[in-house]
C-alpha cells in the first residue's frame, strides 16, 4: 500500500524559511507528477507546486513563484518544499500529493482526484 508523509510543519516567524519533506513508499508504479496542497483555515485546498518525473520540469502557481522550491531525491524516493520569505498567509496544512498519470498542469489546478495524498504537515506563520 502506498504512502505518503510529510514531516517539516513548524511555528515561523513572517519572512522565516521552512522545508517539508515527503517520504513516499510502496508506490509501485511509475508517477508523472508529485507535488504539494495546502488548506488554509476555513478555505479549500489548492495547489502549491508540482515537480514532474516525466520531464524534471517544476511548476508554482503565482502566490509562491521566487519564495518556494520544489525538489526531488529518487534515490530516497522524497520530495521537498522549500519555503522561504514566509508570510502569515502561508499559514495551512501542507498535504504531499504524486499521481500516475496526470501532468503538473492539471494537476496544479485542483479539479481532478489525485491517486496519492499525504496526511499533511501544520505550518503556522506568526507574528
Known amino acids: 500500500q502506498a504512502h505518503l508523509v510529510e514531516s517539516g510543519g513548524d511555528l515561523v516567524q513572517p519572512v522565516g524559511s521552512l522545508r517539508l519533506s515527503c517520504a513516499t513508499s510502496?508506490?509501485?508504479?511509475?508517477?508523472?507528477?508529485v507535488g504539494w496542497f495546502l488548506q488554509a483555515p476555513g478555505k479549500e485546498r489548492e495547489g502549491v507546486s508540482c515537480s514532474s518525473t516525466r520531464d524534471g520540469s517544476t511548476h508554482y502557481v503565482d502566490s509562491v513563484k521566487g519564495r518556494f522550491t520544489i525538489s526531488r531525491d529518487n534515490s530516497h524516493s522524497t520530495v521537498y518544499l522549500e519555503m522561504s520569505g514566509l508570510e502569515t498567509e502561508d499559514t495551512a496544512v501542507y498535504y504531499c500529493?504524486?499521481?500516475?498519470?496526470?501532468?503538473?498542469?492539471?494537476?496544479?489546478?485542483?479539479?481532478?482526484?489525485?491517486?496519492?495524498w499525504g496526511k499533511g504537515t501544520l505550518v503556522t506563520v506568526f507574528s
Open positions: 500529493v504524486a499521481d500516475q498519470v496526470l501532468p503538473c498542469t492539471v494537476v496544479l489546478r485542483g479539479v481532478a482526484e489525485l491517486d496519492y
Open positions: 510502496g508506490v509501485t508504479l511509475p508517477i508523472t507528477a
